[in-house]
């Protein structure tokens, strides 16, 4: 008997994700995603993120097929044997990051993120940032555009484009990349223990204001900003056996 028999079915609102799921729920069938063993998201790896947010605090697994574009987070699509394909998944646990920033009415917001935690300048003027890992500044001032902080689930999103470290999935590290720094001109980042906290501090904040980004969730005029891995929240993604993350990761440091 199937470890998933009851599946729940969402997909992106492209014509191709939506004729995939109607093929699917007619074939599988579609349970309530409170009832169900497993969703199976269609679409791109934005979906597949938005479907991770949208039931990260339900511990139930997460099989993706890619009727997106790039489907780096995702498996091959095919409309046969599910089922099968679901029993045999490998299945990679996550931990998101969580984003604690104050802005400068001293109001306090929090988010989660899967992929990274972005600060990015919001005018023309440079960032001024200091950095403090578990209480300790590590850098006084870094004029840059911006600074994130990647999982290793992230570390070839954002954190690769900015010329970031690639992560092994289960690697205990945390990426910490400046987005266009000026000065320290040659400073490239560091490597960080994932039970790290970061703190970044936004210097002359009225004259260089900084927005704070989760993901997709943005905060702006942030004057400080808090980043810790949020380890008691485990998201489960499925891949096929060959293809799972840890291997996609790999692949990305060899150019295929």
Same mark, same amino acid.
């Given at each position: =008997?199937?470890?998933?028999?009851?599946?729940?079915?969402?997909?992106?609102?492209?014509?191709?994700? &939506?004729?995939?799921?109607?093929?699917?729920?007619?074939?599988?069938?579609?349970?309530?995603?409170?009832?169900?063993?497993?969703?199976?998201?269609?679409?791109?790896?934005?979906?597949?993120?938005?479907?991770?947010?949208?039931?990260?605090? *339900?511990?139930?697994?997460?099989?993706?097929?890619?009727?997106?574009?790039?489907?780096?987070?995702?498996?091959?699509?095919?409309?046969?044997?599910?089922?099968?394909?679901?029993?045999?998944?490998?299945?990679?646990?996550?931990?998101? #990051?969580? =984003?604690?920033?104050?802005?400068?009415?001293?109001?306090?917001?929090?988010?989660?993120?899967? *992929?990274?935690?972005?600060?990015?300048?919001?005018?023309?003027?440079?960032?001024?940032?200091?950095?403090?890992?578990?209480?300790?500044?590590?850098?006084?001032?870094?004029?840059?555009?911006?600074? #994130?902080?990647?999982?290793?689930?992230?570390?070839?999103?954002?954190?690769?484009?900015?010329?970031?470290?690639?992560?092994?999935? *289960?690697?205990?590290?945390?990426? #910490?990349?400046?987005?266009?720094?000026?000065?320290?001109?040659?400073?490239?980042?560091?490597?960080?223990?994932?039970?790290?906290?970061?703190?970044?501090?936004?210097? &002359?904040?009225?004259?260089?204001?900084?927005?704070?980004?989760?993901?997709?969730?943005?905060?702006?005029?942030?004057?400080?900003?808090?980043?810790?891995?949020?380890?008691?929240?485990?998201?489960?993604?499925?891949?096929?056996?060959?293809?799972?993350?840890?291997?996609?990761?790999?692949?990305?440091?060899?150019?295929?």
């Amino acid at each position: =008997m199937p470890r998933f028999r009851n599946i729940a079915f969402v997909a992106s609102e492209t014509k191709e994700a &939506e004729a995939a799921r109607h093929e699917l729920v007619a074939r599988y069938g579609d349970a309530p995603p409170e009832r169900a063993d497993v969703i199976v998201a269609l679409g791109g790896d934005g979906l597949m993120l938005q479907t991770m947010h949208r039931y990260l605090n *339900n511990r139930i697994p997460i099989y993706g097929m890619n009727r997106g574009s790039v489907g780096f987070l995702l498996n091959d699509y095919r409309d046969d044997q599910l089922l099968e394909r679901l029993d045999t998944a490998e299945i990679t646990v996550i931990h998101p #990051l969580r =984003m604690t920033a104050y802005d400068r009415q001293h109001a306090e917001h929090r988010a989660l993120a899967i *992929n990274e935690v972005s600060l990015f300048r919001q005018i023309y003027q440079a960032a001024k940032l200091k950095i403090s890992v578990d209480g300790t500044v590590r850098l006084d001032e870094l004029i840059c555009d911006g600074l #994130l902080v990647s999982t290793p689930a992230g570390s070839t999103a954002y954190n690769l484009s900015a010329h970031g470290p690639i992560l092994p999935i *289960n690697a205990p590290l945390l990426a #910490l990349t400046p987005i266009s720094p000026f000065r320290p001109r040659r400073w490239r980042g560091a490597l960080l223990p994932n039970e790290a906290t970061v703190v970044i501090e936004v210097l &002359e904040p009225e004259k260089r204001p900084v927005s704070a980004v989760a993901d997709n969730t943005e905060f702006r005029d942030v004057v400080t900003v808090k980043v810790k891995e949020e380890s008691g929240v485990d998201i489960l993604m499925m891949f096929d056996p060959g293809h799972t993350l840890a291997e996609r990761i790999i692949s990305e440091q060899f150019g295929y």
